[in-house]
Every structure is written in C-alpha cells, then in structure tokens.
C-alpha cells in the first residue's frame, strides 16, 4: 500500500453550516463574509480544514441544497469576491476548504428545470430530469411508489398553464429539488464543469452530497409496500440508492481532482448498508473519504461502539482508504441530546470527542459540538423551515434544532451570531448565555478548551501514531486501545467508576481530575488520555 500523505489522511475537518455560522450583514443569516471574519477562531481551535454548506444561489426551499446557480453565491451569502477572500484568509491561516456539491437534484428554479417546465414531453430539456407520464385513468396516479424522504410521495404532477395536468416528476427529496437523469451525459459533463468551476479557484475538494442516490434503477420499479428510506437510513436496499452506475461517476471526478496541482478531497454522504459498502465508494481511483455514519448513529454503549470502530477500520482498510468519525452535522438532533438528559448528554459527548478525537484517521466536526451546543427541542413551530415539517402533515419538526445560529459572545442573543438588533433566522436560547465561545475561552473546564487542548494534542499523536489502533484488556463497558508511542485512550461508559488497570500520566480528561493516583480511577462516563 502507498503511504498515505494526502492531507485528509489524519485531518480535523469543522462543518460550517453557513446560514447558521456568523451574520456579518445583519440580514439575520450568516454569510461568507461573516465565516471570513470568523477563521482565526477556528485556527486557534486547531482545526485543518473546514467544509461550507451550500451558499450557492438558491431559494432555500431545502437549506441551500436546492441550488439554481451552481456557479454563483447567493446574495444572501455574498458574492463570487466574497468566496475568493474567504479561500485566500483561509489558506494564509493553513485552513483547507472543502465545499458541497449538490449533483443528485437541482433547485425548480434552476434554468434546466425552468426550460424543462416550458417544453413538451419527450423533448431534450426534459431528458436531464427524470419526467414520466402518470399510471392508471388520465395517467393521475404516480409512476411508481417511491415515497420522498421528507415525507409524501417522491414524484409531482406538472400542470401547463391552463392547468391541464401532464408528466411527472421524481424529486427524492423536496418537489422543489426534481432528480437529475445520470444516464443523459449532458448531466455529466454540466457537473464536471462545475467542479473545475470551483477547483479552478482554489478549493481544497468536495463533499458530495447524496453520493449514493444520483443512478436510479431504469425500470424505476415499485419498492415493496411500506418501505421507505429516511435519510440516515441506509439499512434497506432501494432501487434509488447505492446503485452500481455511480461508481462511474466518480472514477471520471476522482481524475478531475486528481489533474489539479495539490491534494483535492472527494468526500461521500452516503448512506448505504455497511461499512463494507460504504467503502466501494473509496476503491482506488474513486472517492476519498466518506462519512461514517454508522458510527454517529451507534448508541452510548462499549459493545456497539467498538463493533463499529472495528468494521470500519476493516472495510476501509481493505480498500486502502482512510477511516472518518463523525458525532454531528446539520442533519441528525445534536449528540449532547442524542446521549442523554441533563449533563449526562454533555458528559458522554465530551468523552465522546476525546474517544473520536483519538481514533486513527480522519474527523469531522460539526459547528457548536466544540461548545457542547444541545439540540434545541422547542423552536416555536411558526419558526419552523426545514421541508420536513410541511412534508411529513407537520408530524415530524425536521432538523432546523441543529441549525440554530452560534453564539459567539456578549450577553444577549444572538449572542455576536450577527448585530444586536437583527433577528436571527432562527431563535437563538437566552441560557446560551454561558455557552458562548468567549464565556468558554476564558473557563479551563469549558467544552471548548477541551476540544482545544485535544485537538493540540493530537496533532502530535497522529504525527507520530501508526494507523491502527491495539484495543487493550478492559472491564466491561469500558473501551482502552493504544495508539503506540505510550498513548492510550480510555473511556468508561458504564455507570459507575472503575479502575483501569493502567500507570501512566493523564494528559487530558473529559471532565475534570483531581490528582492521578495509579491504579486510575475513571468516572461514569468519562475519558482519558494517557501516556503509559
Ligand atoms: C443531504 C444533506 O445533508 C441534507 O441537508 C439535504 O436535505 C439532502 N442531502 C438533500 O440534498
């Protein structure tokens, strides 16, 4: 096997969700400009790299990854210079940026869709989208039964002007985000010239969003009664996902990436499987990364997450690919919430980074994680946006409780997201008043130095550490592996506290120690490194 020298290899990678990141115009959404400002802060944090959501041209209709322009910025975000600014700040502080790319769906209001609208059946500007003439009398029933992952059925009936219905679409998510067709190479090379677009000014790769999802069965057959596939579910085999064509695809982007000077990152969001066809996505010659969502999905429990360690170093090893964790992003509930109640949450997800943080291989953060940021559960339901709560007849809140804007500073919301007297987009709590990452630079025992002092200390280890780790002999519910050079991690996710047999020197702890007699006491939920 090659050595392994890209960067994303062993890289901190932080998720700005950018609506939600810092407002520096005061429109009460975050912009390019506003996350500019705002690098020096994750710098100091001890990230590499960061990944921008969408801030491409776009009605929001899904947050952004309904994209109408994939070539410009929203006005809302900024401009094209504000971009370039941002890449140049960010790469004079050693920061790598990594952008979305969007390829399964388009917004409705991108041109090819408007111009797909305009025309008759059967003509080329529909063949980019998946359109179908209606089953059943007057074609009124769908073409099939797939069902959109937001809830209600994945296709809509298109109407001409004087309401006459015709063709429908497929749209997997929203109706306002309508599937591309990956068998017509016009789709091909659109996408392949959008990524030299933005590869041409200087980012540092892609997250490909929906990775799994852009091939379709051509029969578009019905899917068994009652399944359905959730966005975080990749548990069932659907005729619209994780289909063996988009393997192509990304042979030809991984040659794109590879044709730039520098190291450029393709990163999967597929949710497919396993862990074994997760890694597909990363045989040589393919995509680089992908997320590990089989370990943000797994619960607080030794077993289950040692399982998960263990399958994922294996499937992505056999392929030669690096292995990434991940706790959080924009659309799973906060995993200080998933974790537990009370400080229970924040106390395993403050272990949790330190049991992530000293994984072999890469790491993604979400915004605010680095705050111990909790899902906020009671956003009035008028504040509500994300799709999924329209969708689903209003029975399922979506994930605006993860989006909610950063607080920053000061004493009263928004909490420096953006100027005081403009309203954020979303209701940022009063009691983040102490969550604020001002208010937590200055505490030693705040979430934030915590991942701070993690985040330093891992760069030495990771500079140092083979890319395995050895698990070593534990009580139950407890994990401990090595990671050579005398580094150990240890955390104990039982409920009481255990002694672990091991001698050696704390170099950090998820809460908390006063003094380190051997033999080391752990607390319920905690964790440790050492350095034995
Ligand atoms: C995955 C993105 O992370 C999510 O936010 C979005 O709704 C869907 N893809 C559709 O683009």
Not at 152 to 169: H, I, S
Not at 362 to 372: D, I, N, P, V
């Amino acid at each position: 096997m090659q050595p392994k020298s890209e960067w994303w290899h062993s890289a901190v990678i932080y998720q700005v969700y950018v609506r939600s990141f810092a407002d520096s115009d005061g429109d009460g959404e975050g912009d390019l400009t506003g996350v500019r400002r705002r690098l020096p802060e994750l710098a100091a944090l001890g990230v590499d790299a960061v990944w921008l959501t969408p801030f491409y041209v776009s009605p929001l209709a899904d947050g952004g990854y309904d994209v109408a322009d994939y070539r410009d910025v929203d006005p809302r975000f900024g401009t094209l210079a504000d971009f370039d600014s941002l890449i140049a700040s960010a790469h004079d502080l050693g920061l790598r940026v990594i952008i979305d790319v969007v390829p399964n769906h388009t917004s409705s209001a991108h041109r090819w869709f408007r111009a797909a609208v305009e025309s008759e059946p059967g003509n080329p500007e529909r063949a980019r989208y998946i359109f179908r003439p209606g089953k059943g009398p007057g074609g009124d029933e769908p073409p099939n039964n797939w069902q959109s992952i937001f809830g209600g059925p994945a296709w809509t009936r298109l109407k001409r002007p004087d309401g006459t219905p015709e063709e429908w679409y497929l749209h997997l998510f929203d109706a306002e985000q309508p599937d591309l067709d990956w068998s017509n190479p016009e789709v091909h090379e659109e996408f392949e010239d959008v990524l030299r677009f933005w590869l041409d000014r200087g980012v540092d790769g892609f997250r490909v969003d929906v990775a799994h999802g852009l091939v379709k069965d051509p029969a578009l057959p019905d899917i068994a009664p009652g399944q359905r596939a959730d966005l975080l579910d990749g548990s069932t085999r659907l005729p619209y996902f994780d289909q063996d064509g988009v393997h192509d695809i990304y042979r030809r982007w991984n040659a794109i990436a590879a044709s730039y000077p520098g190291d450029r990152a393709l990163v999967a969001e597929a949710w497919v499987e396993d862990a074994q066809r997760v890694a597909r996505y990363l045989r040589p010659g393919e995509l680089h990364q992908a997320f590990n969502f089989e370990y943000l999905v797994a619960p607080w429990d030794a077993a289950a997450l040692r399982g998960v360690i263990d399958r994922s170093l294996a499937a992505n090893g056999d392929v030669g690919a690096t292995t990434t964790w991940v706790l959080s992003n924009h659309d799973v509930p906060r995993h200080v919430t998933r974790f537990g109640d009370g400080g229970t949450g924040l106390r395993r997800a403050r272990a949790a980074a330190l049991l992530t943080l000293a994984l072999p291989g890469s790491a993604y953060l979400y915004q605010g994680e680095e705050l111990g940021l909790p899902e906020v559960t009671d956003l009035p339901e008028e504040a509500l946006q994300d799709p999924t709560w329209e969708r689903s007849g209003r029975t399922r809140r979506g994930r605006d409780g993860c989006r909610v804007p950063l607080p920053w500073e000061g004493e009263e919301p928004p909490f420096g997201f953006g100027p005081a007297d403009a309203e954020p987009w979303l209701p940022v709590p009063e009691e983040w008043r102490s969550l604020t990452r001002a208010a937590q630079r200055a505490d030693p025992d705040s979430t934030l130095s915590l991942y701070t002092a993690a985040l330093r200390l891992r760069r030495g280890l990771h500079n140092t550490a083979p890319s395995s780790l050895t698990w070593l002999e534990a009580p139950s519910d407890v994990l401990i592996f090595g990671r050579g050079a005398g580094f150990v991690c240890a955390v104990n996710l039982s409920e009481q506290a255990v002694e672990i047999p091991l001698h050696g020197e704390v170099l950090l702890s998820s809460e908390p120690r006063s003094g380190d007699r051997a033999p080391l006491s752990l607390p319920p939920d905690t964790a440790v490194w050492l350095r034995v």
